[in-house]
């Protein structure tokens, strides 16, 4: 079983629409948790952290929910501007910030 | 600020050859990282550093050597490539939290 797993989509929506990606991860002493954006053939940025008390971000919101161990991200209002892959991403580490293990990623293409 | 840079964009290698990636960072971060990213999977850590003079092994370390003589250099060094070595790498640095700033990437493919 892989440590993050998501639905690898496609997901194809008009503009406007609201979209929901989910998440799973296997270890539950994970400590933090984050959504990366990702353009086609460019390098992963973060999009938002992932507070165990949700988090929003304009039209984007977070939630986690540890006891089932899976992280999720809305998009309202989605613009053509939001085509690209979300790479969930999950810190399992308490010591060591530099192990990040990715999900494959979720592709979302907005279409007019 | 110049960010995480990388080079080459891209390398076409014969099985067999060494090369080495080049990262430079210009945002003074502690930690840096190599990863690669294949179809179908998540980006995976092949190795890692918390500063200069110490690196680590991430979760697929073999076949590649790191070293980290500078806060700001952090190269990946390919010992003798194969093709299951074909893949995108791109390094990334960090000051003291997870959130990590991306390099460009390398396209690396080996034939």
């Known amino acids: 079983r892989k440590e993050v797993e998501q639905d690898p989509g496609p997901f194809n929506v008009p503009e406007g629409a609201t979209v929901a990606f989910n998440c799973t991860y296997s270890n539950s002493a994970s400590q933090s948790f984050f959504w990366y954006r990702q353009d086609c053939r460019k390098e992963p940025k973060l999009l938002m952290s992932?507070?165990?008390s949700g988090n929003e971000d304009g039209r984007f919101t977070a939630q986690l929910n540890r006891a089932s161990q899976y992280i999720s991200l809305l998009i309202r209002d989605s613009k053509l501007s939001d085509s690209a892959t979300y790479l969930c991403v999950v810190n399992p580490s308490f010591y060591n910030n530099n192990d990040m293990r990715f999900g494959a990623g979720t592709r979302l293409t907005v279409k007019p | 600020n110049a960010g995480v840079t990388q080079t080459p964009k891209f390398q076409v290698l014969k099985t067999g050859q060494s090369m080495t990636l080049q990262c430079a960072q210009d945002?003074?971060?502690?930690?840096m990282s190599w990863y690669r990213q294949d179809p179908g999977m998540g980006l995976r850590l092949i190795h890692y550093?918390?500063?200069?003079?110490?690196?680590d092994q991430g979760e697929v370390p073999n076949g590649y050597n790191v070293s980290r003589s500078t806060t700001e250099d952090f190269p990946l060094r390919l010992l003798s490539a194969a093709p299951s070595q074909t893949s995108v790498y791109f390094c990334?640095?960090?000051?003291?939290?997870?959130?990590?700033?991306f390099g460009p990437g390398t396209r690396l493919t080996v034939t």
């Open positions: 992932v507070y165990s």
């Open positions: 550093s918390v500063g200069a003079g110490i690196t």
């Open positions: 945002m003074n971060h502690e930690y």
């Open positions: 990334a640095s960090s000051r003291d939290g997870p959130e990590q700033y």
